[in-house]
């Protein structure tokens, strides 16, 4: 059974805070599911499934759907970290397929600021029963050295620099300026990025995503749901996930598992790289870009630095225009997963809603990639493939 | 030379893994071998990850390796590098390199062994630079 053409994104929405102090973690998931629905045009009594992750307070689901007051038949709580958003689309879209449900809502939130985590330079104890934890947290392994183990090795193999990196973090900022809900709104220099303060070698403070309160939400529908809608039909072409990790000791950081979620939804899809007009592409790093465009197939591998750089990744002026909201990079990383607004932002472009400077013309096939968990370890990728019908 | 030294947390054992603890703490690092497809793999488990056999053994390593690829965590109290390092046995673990000037290391560099002690644990398997080897 393929996916392909069985389910459309019908409603979406980002919640414009992105300092949180006043609202629980349950009332930031109410308040963009409500968005999302308005979006589209339908209320809570049309939802008949519900996805959310790991950042859904209680117990996921269970507790969501109690305090909603959703009344579904088809639930799914798959956790992959800050790509699960991307993922759920296809399990949504696979669900609907089978009939299981004809409107999914799927809802991200979170309060990080507010809580004053040490999102990206504390190690994080996922507890004694993880086999991984004994052999790794004595160490020290944080968000940040862990992505920057991969950019060392990828300098090392490649002969990558931290200018080209820079031009990642360049482009989500040029595109960041039109945004009035990004974070960081001032345009920067390759030189701005490599002067900023080391945080972990070679990741400079401006090669880092944002940390961000608020969320996000989509819903998902049947193609009989979506023609009695008003809204323009964006449809779900491919789905691809895929886990990566340290294979037993034969570790390779050079590499993501885009290299088989890309090619699972470039399948599905059958459509290639050069049929795609805009990317969201997961960007926790600069690296995270660059590895993850040379893996999707956009350049050949190695090649990455060479293909960010000298603005090629702005929109408007660059062959592969990227976050056009500004990305973790500039504008939001709600709850430290950013696969949720990678996909809103796709939807914002096939239906032309993107801001006026940004928007790329004849935007008719997009992608979403999202990278949850640590490169530098173990992950899932995810990646999805939108069409504007 | 690096200043003040990084605090290991203390690893916490189970019955899968007290064996090589227990090595540990007698200064021995131990890695496991299948017995099935003489796969050796790392970190330690009961099963097999490449063939999923029950029939792995503990096997001690050399002591000897290269720095794969590594970062130095300038954000923290006491800026540590982090690293993973290919043992010579072909497995590539997640370690800490210890000991050395943390502007001086570098990929391909030459390391050994060293445990460092924990904090109410058994002492963590770290790497310094091994000066007489040089550079692969």
């Known amino acids: 059974m393929t996916i392909s053409g069985k389910a459309y994104i019908a409603g979406i929405y980002e919640h414009p805070t992105r300092k949180a102090d006043d609202k629980s973690l349950a009332q930031l998931h109410a308040e963009v599911a409500k968005g999302a629905l308005e979006d589209a045009g339908l209320s809570k009594r049309d939802v008949d499934g519900y996805f959310c992750a790991g950042d859904a307070p209680g117990l996921g689901p269970l507790s969501l759907v109690d305090y909603m007051g959703l009344k579904v038949r088809h639930v799914d709580a798959t956790e992959t970290g800050g790509s699960s958003y991307v993922l759920h689309v296809g399990h949504a879209a696979e669900a609907i397929a089978a009939g299981k449900c004809s409107v999914a809502l799927i809802t991200l939130a979170g309060r990080p600021r507010a809580e004053g985590m040490a999102t990206g330079t504390a190690p994080r104890n996922y507890g004694a029963a993880a086999p991984d934890v004994q052999f790794e947290y004595p160490f020290g392994p944080t968000v940040v050295n862990m992505y920057a183990m991969c950019a060392m090795r990828h300098m090392y193999e490649y002969g990558t620099t931290s200018q080209q990196l820079a031009w990642i973090k360049v482009a989500a900022s040029h595109h960041a300026q039109h945004n009035p809900h990004a974070l960081l709104r001032d345009v920067v220099t390759v030189e701005e990025v490599v002067a900023s303060p080391m945080i972990a070698d070679p990741l400079h403070r401006l090669d880092c995503c944002v940390i961000t309160d608020g969320g996000g939400a989509l819903v998902v529908v049947s193609l009989d749901v979506a023609k009695r809608l008003s809204r323009p039909r964006v449809k779900v072409r491919g789905a691809g996930e895929a886990p990566k990790h340290q294979m037993g000791g034969k570790v390779d950081l050079t590499y993501s598992g885009a290299v088989w979620s890309g090619p699972a939804a470039f399948g599905e899809a059958a459509v290639t790289p050069a049929d795609i007009k805009y990317v969201s592409i997961y960007d926790s790093f600069t690296i995270t870009v660059l590895m993850t465009l040379e893996d999707l197939g956009f350049c050949a591998k190695g090649q990455g630095g060479k293909f960010v750089a000298d603005g090629n990744l702005i929109s408007g002026t660059g062959k592969l225009p ?11 990383h709600p709850a430290n997963r950013g696969g949720m607004t990678k996909v809103i932002e796709a ?6 809603e993107a801001h006026p400077k940004v928007q790329v013309k004849n935007c008719g096939l997009a992608l979403a990639h999202g990278t949850g968990g640590s490169l530098g370890t173990r992950h899932v990728s995810a990646t999805l493939i939108m069409e504007r019908e | 030379m690096a200043s003040a030294e990084r605090k290991f947390p203390a690893p916490l054992p189970n019955p899968e893994t007290k064996p090589f603890w227990e090595a540990a703490g007698e200064g021995r690092l131990l890695l ?17 990850p490449f063939c999923g056999s029950g029939e792995t053994e503990w096997q001690p390593a050399s002591g000897g390796g290269t720095i794969y690829s590594y970062s ?7 800026p540590y590098a982090i690293a993973y390092v290919t043992l010579d046995e072909g497995v590539t673990m997640m370690t800490n390199l210890v000991d050395c000037d943390l502007d001086a290391i570098r990929i391909g560099q030459r390391v050994r ?21 040089g550079i692969r």
């Open chain 2, 113 to 133: 062994l060293v445990f460092k002690p924990t904090e109410g644990g058994p002492p963590v398997p770290t790497f310094t630079p091994d000066e007489s080897r």
């Open chain 2, 72 to 78: 130095v965590m300038r954000r923290a109290e006491v």
């Open chain 1, 347 to 352: 939807v914002r472009q096939l239906r032309g």
């Open chain 1, 322 to 332: 990227f976050n056009t909201d500004g990305g973790g990079l500039c504008n939001n």
């Open chain 2, 32 to 48: 496991k071998r299948c017995r099935s497809c003489g796969e050796v793999h790392y970190y330690p488990r009961a099963h097999c």
